[in-house]
């Protein structure tokens, strides 16, 4: 068959000859073969034997065969204990194409099965129908599976296991530090020589006697038995643990080979011969029975049990001794007593919840005895008569398997005790039917079983058996009465579950153990025996520290009821008494109501569950109508207390008085006394502090008794400022002492109304305080001096300093805190707390931060202040002072842990050399004697900077220059418009600000000034002349950066010029530009962005012309595509000029006339020509506006800008930084003055006589050394009668101090307002005559640049090594005036012991005579008045005599009791004194 032709005519009427597939015949045919497919055929079987008859088998596999098949692949799971791991490489037979259509399930749920590794040929691309012609081999394909056995559970291919393998899965594995030991457990070939040669492998927590034990019960596969029992015979192994019982667990229940005889020996392996003798068995009975009477009591050795329990089982197993069976019948009787009892130990109490045993909780021991108690049932072989079970069994059996479901519901079992669970299952399953039987015969055995979980439970109706498959459960109803209501119980015999109404019964839903009321009340207690609440509208009942607790959720709130003495109490969430009770007795406290006597019990914490108790405080609860009133009241020893309302007018003023310490307005605790008028005491119990009326109506403080608090707190005279301070003054007559109060917590600081700072503290982070004295003789406040109250103390001196002196100390805030953090008490410390960390670093902060800015140039500096605290309080020294102490602190404390120790304060760079130049630049007197040096600088080295640097400030600076009001003409850029052509990418205006310049202006460069120009124009644009700071600070920077200055100077310009702000020279608004684009029409560009929209050659109508006559092949396709390009380049052109009508004018659409080749749809238009349109008219626009903005430049006429020579600054390198200017020291002014004269005075205080008498022994002591003479004679008593009578003897020898005459008051008084201007006039005539006469000090005077002149700072002067530098008369002087201190607070304290009526300390003081030379002891001087007391002439003796010691002797000396024996006036002096001379 031939192909068929077709006469056509061309385009110039000739006939061509054209073969058309479509309307020939052999082609059609052609095409129809070639459509026909041949689908594979693979064959369903194996070419090979060996493979296709395993399918063959397995495709009808007997159901016998696939059960004991799927059941030994179980075994081995348990064995190997495989996860689950799915293989998707894996096509059952069921799903296999060639065979699936034969295969057939074995029984449903069949396991292991047949699957390949591969996919039939129908699934693969080989299955594809393949095209004729087509050979047999292409066709008929081979079996293309891969089969092997598959498991259909775990989803995976079965793996095969080796014997050895079995044997280790059957080994059980030693945890924690016996896993070393595991080979010892493995197997019995080692031998005992080898345990010992491994000794020293033996872990550190186990003894080598232990380690041997262990290894030795194993060595030998006859001699186990026998080194079990002489292991628990001298206890050489840890049975509590679970690796030893692990160990004896696996040699007495592995079987081991048969031995030499096989099993001939009554079916016994070797391992278990020795079994068979009578003697043994009555041996290893016996150990037990040993073993059990020791573990009374020890719940904790359940293992232990456990391992007696095991032992025992085996010898009634294998014994054939009836008498030995019966004999372990009783130890297995009597483990189950044991077990039994502890059982009823751990459910029966509370726990903490944090009282956990280091392995296992109470709930995996109460888990392990239960599983041990059911263990002892197991046995098989009951002696004659013994009926099984009995009824008690059957109790305990059933009870245990209730306590294990419980426990494990908690609390599941570790890893390692899996094999109790695993064993608990079988005996589960073993004994079920057994018990089932005897409940089925005595139903009340499940009575007595739930009475002992459930102590109220009381049966209703009778058991039932639930039907199958239910058959496990039996079923009861409770009674019920008007008070109880019904509760359907049900419980599983077999695993032991334990439902009411079918909730677990010994648990709590986390609605009510989350909620907070009883998270307070029982906290993270254990709380067991949970029950349905037989009390109507409660939910559950539980039992809690032998108190009868019932719980219910009613109206979504907790409630909670306890019955104690047949009395109901319902708790009182705290937040119900919100408002109507003091915070202290809201929180650590419960709220109790007692429906019987309509009260509510305010309960500590401590006394959580106790019962009633007179000593709480209780309201009393009166109903009047509609209104429940209640009083609040408590029974003390003196009376009765009420409690004052904290809605009541006086706790409100009372709380007005104490806000400055508690800013809680109900934190205080007011109590008041019926029987007493018009007295109450208040109680703030944040810092156990006690205020009461006293007979004047003043509050005063019981912890400081006399002192009232003072509404003035100028009687502080420092510490302004402050918020959180209270005052105390004390008044005698004309006389004022005062005390301050000051809470301790976390301080925060803000800048007051007048510029000064205001001081308070976070209510949040208050905890405790402290109480100052206010010691006007030295003018300094007077701690505890411990390192907390010192520091706190510091850190608000340093807080609250200002520009001007405080009265009290006569210098400002900042000296005395510097002068405190300075001094010995802040480098003295035995531990560092938290607080003290936390003031350090406060204090650190202080310092201004100086860093180089920018870090790389160290050109300019940036300082941060402290936000609140005025300039001139922010002292440079505080930080370098706190770094002292901390190094301190880090090089005395070594034996500290290191999380103990405070940090080191971080690294600044640069910081070290910015402090001390600022120093030296402004720098102002500091009266602290001990000079505080800077340090050196760490990792600075200041150079000299380059000549570039130089370059770029002197272009800052000319910017600078022209912000000058007088400026006009400025040196502009005359080619702007050029030399922003080349500009790549301009950026838009940003509507920035120049407030925020520093978030924008990115430092050390600019990329590019066209990324800032237009937001930079613009701003200057709407900027009047002159400019901001802000302003001209960023042009210079810009100019520091790089920039260049014509273009900085064009904008100054730009602000000049008011033309600007006309809206026409506006910059145009736009994201971002691309100048490189261009900006004017491109004939050549859009036509190529045209040209591509043109239909390709082949889709066009030329691409179809016929070919002409004698015309070959290439010269038609020639002919043809010369047609396409000149048809397409017109149409091109065309579309260009219709696109160029309206430039420069952009319509809103560009539409283009229709053109055969062209696509240009209006979509194409709008995502191709116009966006580059739009681009050349944005910077055609642009450019239009920055030339304008010429023009008006070039127009600009004025006064040209002039601009400074500038000369950098070239700082020297830091080692030729000149030292600091010397300090004025008060030292230097006293050598260079004389002092005043010294006023005679004679020592008032030497006018009160006192005397001396004999000591007379009271009666009372004389009778009682009587009786104890006539008593009971032995060799104590009279040693102990004989030394008795001795000191009563010295003490009759002992001279008792008493006054002529007791002092008046106003004596005293009078006394201490003498001293005081005694003391006021010598400080003021050395104030005059340290004045200097000369202008230039009159100049530091005025300034306040002189030394504060002080009574403290006078002391300073006469400490060591600071008094060697003054002259001697100025010595003698401010000793005298020492002296003067010395004698007014040994006055005061006079003062204080006659107003409190203690007599003999008035005695004592009066009797103080000073007879040794103030100016020969300067240093004792100064300990007594800083520790505000005088030296007896005793104490005196004694220290003199000890430091009389020659040589290296040691001596000892005793004072009698109250006579100063810690009192650091002896101490104190004879260790400085000894030290200085080197002994």
Not at 114 to 138: C, E, F
Not at 297 to 316: P, S, Y
Not at 506 to 531: C, G, M, Y
Not at 1313 to 1325: A, F
Request: aromatic residues 8%; proline residues 5%.
């Amino acid at each position: 068959m031939d192909c068929e032709y077709i006469v056509e005519y061309d385009s110039d009427d000739d006939e061509v000859q054209v073969h058309r597939k479509s309307k020939c015949a052999k082609c059609r045919e052609i095409s129809l073969a070639e459509k026909i497919k041949v689908t594979p055929f693979e064959e369903p079987l194996p070419s090979q034997l060996n493979h296709s008859r395993p399918i063959v088998f397995e495709l009808e596999c007997p159901r016998p065969f696939a059960v004991w098949r799927d059941a030994t692949q179980d075994l081995l799971d348990t064995l190997y204990q495989r996860p689950k791991a799915s293989n998707e490489d894996a096509y059952t037979a069921q799903k296999y194409d060639p065979i699936k259509i034969y295969f057939k399930d074995s029984y449903p749920g069949q396991r292991i099965t047949l699957a390949s590794t591969t996919k039939s040929i129908s699934r693969s691309h080989y299955g594809k129908p393949r095209s004729v012609p087509a050979t047999t081999h292409n066709v008929i394909l081979s079996h293309a599976g891969r089969f092997a056995l598959y498991d259909s559970r775990h989803e995976n291919y079965v793996i095969s296991g080796s014997e050895d393998v079995v044997r280790e899965a059957c080994t059980f594995k030693l945890t924690d530090y016996y896993r070393s030991l595991q080979s010892f457990i493995n197997n019995t070939t080692h031998s005992p020589n080898s345990v010992i040669a491994s000794l020293h492998t033996s872990p550190i927590e186990i003894s080598p006697s232990e380690y041997m034990a262990f290894g030795h019960l194993r060595s030998g596969n006859r001699l186990q038995w026998r080194n079990i029992m002489r292991a628990l015979r001298v206890e050489s192994l840890s049975f509590s643990h679970y690796s030893a019982f692990a160990l004896v667990i696996q040699a007495v229940w592995q079987a081991g080979p048969a031995g030499e005889n096989g099993l001939d020996d009554g079916n016994v392996r070797e391992a278990h011969q020795d079994l068979l003798n009578t003697d043994f068995g009555s041996q290893v009975l016996g150990e037990l029975e040993g073993v059990i009477s020791s573990l009374k009591g020890n719940w904790k050795q359940a293992l232990h049990l456990g391992v007696v329990i095991v032992l025992a089982l085996r010898v009634n197993s294998f014994s054939p001794n009836s008498q030995l069976v019966k004999r372990s019948l009783y130890v297995l009787s009597q483990c189950r007593i044991l077990a039994r009892g502890w059982l009823f130990d751990l459910t029966g109490s509370t726990q903490d919840a944090k009282d956990c045993v280091i392995s296992t909780s109470r709930d995996q021991y109460q888990a392990i005895i239960s599983i041990l108690l059911r263990m002892t049932f197991t046995t098989e072989r009951f002696g004659t008569g013994h009926e099984f079970p009995q009824r008690e069994d059957a109790i305990s059996y059933l009870y245990a398997g209730i306590t294990a479901s419980q426990a494990q519901l908690r609390q599941e079992l570790p890893t390692e005790l899996g094999l109790l669970t695993r064993l608990h299952q079988k005996i589960c399953l073993q004994m079920e039917e057994r018990f089932t039987d005897a409940c089925a015969r005595d139903s009340t055995i499940l009575d007595e079983v739930i009475r002992l979980v459930w102590g109220s439970y009381s049966r209703g109706r009778s058991w039932e058996r639930l039907p199958a498959p239910a058959q496990r459960w039996w079923t009861v109803v409770t009674g019920e009465d008007s008070n109880r209501r019904p509760v359907v119980v049900h419980f599983n015999l077999l695993d032991g579950s334990f439902l009411l109404n079918g909730r677990p019964s010994d648990t709590l839903p986390a609605e009510i153990t989350s909620d907070s009321s009883f998270r307070l009340l029982f906290q993270n207690h254990l709380i067991k025996k949970v029950r349905p609440a037989a009390r109507r509208g409660m939910t559950y009942e539980i039992e809690y520290l032998e108190q009868q607790i019932f719980l219910g959720i009613i109206q979504g709130k907790l409630v909670i009821q306890r019955l104690i003495k047949g009395e109901t109490e319902e708790f009182i969430p705290s937040e119900c008494l919100e408002h109507d009770l003091p915070t202290h007795l809201l929180h650590n406290h419960s709220h109790w109501y007692s429906t019987v006597s309509s009260t509510v019990e305010v309960r500590p914490q401590h006394r959580l569950w106790q019962t009633r108790d007179r000593r709480n405080w209780m309201i009393h609860l009166v109903t009047s109508g509609d209104t429940l009133r209640g009083t609040m009241q408590k029974s003390t020893p003196s009376g009765l207390l009420h409690l004052v309302s904290p809605r009541s007018i006086l706790y409100k003023n009372i709380h007005q008085a104490l806000c400055p310490l508690e800013p809680n307005p109900i934190g205080l605790m007011i109590a008041s006394e019926p029987s007493k008028d018009q007295w109450f005491n208040v109680h703030l119990p944040r810092y156990d502090l006690h205020f009461t009326l006293n007979d004047h109506n003043e509050l005063e403080c019981q912890n400081a008794p006399g002192y009232i608090i003072n509404d003035d707190r100028q009687g502080v005279g420092c510490l302004f400022g402050l918020q959180n301070i209270l005052c105390l003054r004390q008044s005698i007559g004309s006389h004022r002492n005062y005390k301050v109060i000051i809470p301790q917590g976390e301080y925060e600081t803000q800048v007051g109304q007048y510029g000064h700072p205001l001081v308070s503290i976070k209510s949040a982070s208050l905890k405790g305080c402290f109480i100052y004295d206010v010691d006007t003789h030295v003018g300094r406040l007077v701690g505890t001096r411990s390192t907390e109250s010192d520091i706190l103390l510091v850190k608000l001196h340093a807080y609250t300093s200002s520009s001007l002196p405080d009265p009290l100390t006569r210098r400002t805030g900042t000296s005395e805190a510097l002068s405190r953090l300075q001094s010995a008490s802040s480098y003295t410390f035995s531990s560092i707390t938290d607080d003290w960390k936390s003031s350090l670093e406060d204090l650190a902060k202080i310092t201004p931060l100086r860093t180089f800015y920018p870090a790389h140039l160290r050109v300019m500096e940036s300082v941060t202040w402290h936000p609140s605290l005025p300039a001139s309080s922010q002292s440079i020294n505080f930080r370098y002072i706190v770094e002292d102490i901390i190094a301190y602190a880090r090089n005395t404390l070594v034996f500290h842990q290191k999380h103990e120790l405070v940090e080191a304060l971080p690294f600044i760079k640069g910081m070290d050399f910015l402090s001390l130049r600022a120093n030296q630049r402004d720098w102002t007197y500091q009266s602290n004697f001990a000079s505080t040096s800077l340090g050196d600088p760490k990792g600075v080295t200041y150079i000299r900077p380059p000549k570039q640097s130089w370059d770029r400030e002197a272009v800052a600076f000319r910017i600078t220059s022209l912000s000058r009001p007088e400026t006009y003409q400025f040196p502009v850029t005359e080619d702007f418009l050029s030399q922003v052509i080349q500009w790549n990418r301009v950026e838009g205006d940003r509507d920035w600000t120049w407030d925020k310049i520093h978030e924008w202006i990115k430092v050390p460069a600019i990329t590019s000034i066209s990324e800032v120009w237009c937001s930079l124009y613009e701003l200057c644009r709407k900027t009047p002349w002159p400019p901001t700071f802000e302003a001209t600070a960023t042009l210079a920077l810009l100019g520091y950066c790089g920039v260049d200055f014509r273009l900085i100077s064009t904008l100054f310009a730009v602000m000049r010029d008011p033309r600007f702000r006309q809206g026409d020279l506006a910059c145009t608004r736009f994201k971002s530009l691309s100048l490189r684009d261009g900006r004017e029409w491109d004939q050549q560009v859009i036509s190529q962005i045209i040209q591509r929209s043109a239909q390709s050659f082949g889709q066009s109508e030329e691409s179809r012309l016929p070919k002409r006559p004698q015309e070959t092949n290439r010269m038609h396709e020639q002919r043809i595509q010369n047609l396409y390009n000149l048809e397409l380049d017109k149409q091109v052109k065309e579309a260009t000029q219709e696109a160029r009508q309206n430039w420069p004018q952009l319509p809103a659409r560009i539409i283009l006339s229709n053109r055969r080749l062209l696509d240009a749809t209006p979509y194409w238009i709008e995502h191709n020509l116009y966006p580059k349109l739009e681009t050349w008219l944005r910077n055609r626009t642009f450019l239009l506006h920055v030339d304008s903005v010429q023009r008006v430049l070039s127009s600009f006429h004025g006064i040209s800008a002039s601009t400074s020579l500038y000369e950098p600054y070239i700082p020297t390198p830091i080692q030729q930084l000149d030292p600091l200017p010397k300090l004025l020291d008060p030292s230097a002014l006293m050598r260079e003055h004389p002092p005043p004269e010294v006023p005679t005075t004679h020592n008032i205080l030497s006018s009160f006589g006192y005397q001396l008498t004999q000591y007379s022994i009271p009666q009372t002591l004389r009778d009682m050394l009587s009786r104890l003479k006539g008593s009971r004679s032995c060799a104590f008593h009279d040693q102990y009668n004989q030394n008795l009578e001795k000191s009563i003897l010295s003490l009759s020898n002992v001279p008792e101090i008493s006054m002529n005459k007791v002092p008046a008051l106003d004596e005293l008084i009078t006394n201490a307002n003498l001293l005081s201007k005694r003391k006021r006039d010598m400080l003021d005539q050395m104030i005059v005559a340290l004045e200097p006469s000369d202008a230039s000090f009159d100049i530091l005077r005025y300034t306040r640049s002189l030394p504060a002149i002080t009574p403290y700072t006078l002391l300073q002067l006469l400490s060591f090594g600071v008094r060697d530098l003054l002259p001697p008369p100025w010595i003698n002087c401010i000793t005298s005036f020492a002296a003067m201190i010395l004698d007014a607070q040994r006055n005061e304290r006079m003062l204080k012991h006659m107003c409190a009526g203690k007599l003999q300390q008035l005695a004592a003081e009066a009797s103080i005579q000073s007879n040794w030379s103030h100016l020969q002891n300067t240093d004792w001087l100064l300990v007594q008045i800083d520790g505000n007391f005088s030296i007896r002439s005793n104490q005196m003796e004694v220290a003199l005599d000890m430091m009389a010691s020659e040589g290296a002797e040691n001596k000892l000396l005793q004072l009698n009791m109250g006579e100063g024996k810690s009192s650091v006036s002896v101490i104190t002096k004879v260790r400085a004194r000894i030290s200085f001379e080197d002994r």
